[in-house]
């Protein structure tokens, strides 16, 4: 079974340029989560999609970040303008309720550094 | 929200040496993962233990639920083990999320 994919793997970006990092969940998985991971932390949530809606964007700082799931199954999380602190590791997850429910499967994650 | 800690902090052992890892976490969970991050940034689970123990080849865990605990156990290391190893809970009623604990910096020495 294919894991999560997520491209690119890395990307340097001059702050107030813009940035799209892409996901695709694992086949069948209904939920996907888009984390921020800074330097020294763990993980934290951006956003989640229960197939292609909305369930939770708290943490997503919407005035520069957007982020889709057209048909619910890639995602497409965007970064316009960029500052320096968005400088992080961005993580796509999946998950499936009828694979027995919470278990989280992390992609490769998306290296930016913002300049 | 829930609090998530994880010790130690940092660990420094020998190639062959055991090593427990602990997570205390502040509220009742449904979902409770160990993660271990290589040094690429590639987060692998590990185990999804709500309750009880699993065992993986050189690695298990114990969640202890009602203590709100979770033990993760690492036998004879290798270098291959070094990294960072996450804690992570979540609830189910109130559309909690996934809540990464402070993470334990294992270094295996050669």
């Known amino acids: 079974e294919a894991g999560v994919a997520q491209s690119p793997r890395y990307k340097i970006i001059e702050k107030r340029q813009s940035v799209a990092f892409w996901c695709n969940p694992i086949s069948g998985h209904a939920t996907l989560y888009w984390y921020q991971q800074i330097l020294g932390q763990g993980p934290k949530l951006l956003i989640q999609?229960?197939?292609?809606?909305?369930?939770?964007d708290s943490q997503l700082p919407k005035d520069r970040f957007s982020a889709e799931r057209l048909k619910g199954v890639d995602s497409t999380l965007k970064i316009q303008p960029a500052k320096l602190e968005d400088s992080a590791v961005y993580l796509c997850?999946?998950?499936?309720?009828?694979?027995?429910?919470?278990?989280?499967?992390f992609g490769p994650g998306t290296r930016l550094t913002v300049t | 929200g829930i609090q998530v800690e994880q010790s130690p902090p940092d660990l420094i052992l020998q190639e062959g040496a055991n090593s427990t890892l602990r997570c205390n976490f502040s509220d009742s969970v449904n979902n409770l993962q160990w993660f271990h991050q290589n040094p690429w940034g590639q987060l692998i689970n590990l185990f999804y233990?709500?309750?009880g123990t699993k065992q993986n080849g050189r690695l298990s865990a114990t969640t202890v639920a009602t203590e709100r605990y979770s033990l993760l156990y690492i036998s004879s290391s290798q270098t291959t083990d070094s990294g960072v190893y996450f804690c992570?809970?979540?609830?189910?009623?109130?559309?909690?999320?996934?809540?990464f604990g402070t993470g334990t910096r294992l270094t295996i020495i050669p």
């Open positions: 233990i709500p309750s």
């Open positions: 992570a809970v979540f609830r189910s009623f109130g559309n909690e999320k996934l809540t």
């Open positions: 997850a999946s998950s499936s309720p009828l694979a027995g429910g919470f278990e989280q499967y």
């Open positions: 999609f229960q197939n292609n809606g909305v369930v939770d």
